[in-house]
């Protein structure tokens, strides 16, 4: 059984350029969940999306930032116009429950990304 | 608003020892869950444990155990005989029930276990 699947696991972009991250949840699990993590600080919420649904976005940032589970494939993070600041490791959790914080979040190996 | 702090930054113990890694938590839903994470220097993130509010009752799984004492907000985590493998950042966090609020983490311990 396959866990959360993210790639790329490490991705490298110029200031300016778009970054799209992507998560595949684990089988069965429809809710998934984007947390950044910045060098030595711990894990950040970004935003909570069920399928074709955002269903909490309040730790993205107004701008740049978008998130998205479409019906088939992958949830995408994408950052545009990536700046120095972006840089961090991007990690995508799961779970089977309906708006169940509460549930063991499962979570995938993270996407590092490095902005030059 | 929830907060979760992890007063260690680094930890270094030498292998055999035991280490104690704390956590205190604030919230004011009466109802809530604590988490602990352990993150090798993989990167990965690795579930340990999930704790109910309603559950003091300390827990043990092998070499791990965990001390929730409500009345100081605080859910420790011990390793006993501490091994290299063991070498990691470990992450607190914490979930209320009401208002469906994100996961809060800690800012992690990082443990060093030399052999």
């Known amino acids: 059984n396959a866990g959360v699947m993210q790639n790329p696991r490490h991705l490298v972009r110029r200031r300016g350029q778009e970054a799209r991250l992507r998560c595949s949840p684990m089988?069965?699990?429809?809710?998934v969940y984007w947390y950044r993590q910045l060098p030595e600080e711990g894990l950040k919420f970004m935003v909570y999306?069920?399928?074709?649904?955002?269903?909490?976005e309040s730790g993205m940032p107004k701008e740049r930032f978008s998130a998205e589970f479409p019906k088939e494939g992958p949830s995408i993070l994408r950052i545009q116009q990536v700046v120095r600041g972006d840089s961090a490791a991007y990690f995508c959790a799961s779970s089977p429950y309906s708006a169940n914080y509460n549930s063991p979040l499962h979570f995938g190996n993270g996407t590092r990304l490095t902005v030059t | 608003a929830q907060k979760v702090t992890q007063a260690q930054t680094e930890i270094s113990v030498v292998e055999k020892e035991d280490v104690t890694l704390d956590c205190v938590y604030e919230?004011?839903?009466?109802?809530?869950?604590l988490f602990w994470y352990k993150q090798p220097p993989s990167g990965e993130l690795v579930f340990l444990i999930r704790r109910n509010s309603f559950d003091e009752q300390n827990e043990i799984s092998g070499r791990y155990s965990w001390n929730f004492q409500k009345s100081t907000s605080s859910f420790n985590f011990t390793i006993t005989a501490s091994q290299v493998v063991d070498s990691a950042v470990y992450f607190c966090a914490l979930s209320g029930l009401s208002g469906n609020t994100p996961l809060v983490f800690g800012k992690g311990t990082r443990l060093s276990v030399i052999a």
């Open positions: 089988k069965g699990h429809s809710h």
């Open positions: 919230t004011r839903d009466t109802t809530y869950y």
């Open positions: 999306l069920q399928k074709e649904n955002i269903i909490d």
